[in-house]
């Protein structure tokens, strides 16, 4: 079953955010629906829709992400779309 995620990144702008975290996508075979990134001041934030074919993936993802975030010193976050709509519901 396909179910799409918000994955949030957010940390001190450096080179090669975008990339890390895209190549941990890729790997993971999930499409980008949607992207967008800003720059406030030093600080890189970013907020995709994925697409994730199979969701019990999620565990395996946030671990890869760990990697990226001790690396780069990020806070990478990623719900369910449904979870992410339920709780900005107001």
Request: overall charge negative.
């Amino acid at each position: 079953m396909q179910k799409r995620a918000v994955v949030t990144v957010v940390g001190k702008d450096q080179v090669g955010i975008i990339s890390k975290v895209t190549t941990v996508l890729a790997k993971h075979k999930m499409n980008i629906h949607d992207i967008s990134q800003t720059i406030l001041q030093d600080y890189f934030t970013m907020m995709m829709i994925v697409e994730m074919k199979n969701k019990d993936l999620l565990e395996d993802l946030l671990e890869a992400f760990e990697q990226v975030e001790a690396e780069m010193n990020l806070t990478i976050s990623v719900q369910l779309e449904d979870v992410f709509q339920a709780m900005h519901r107001i």
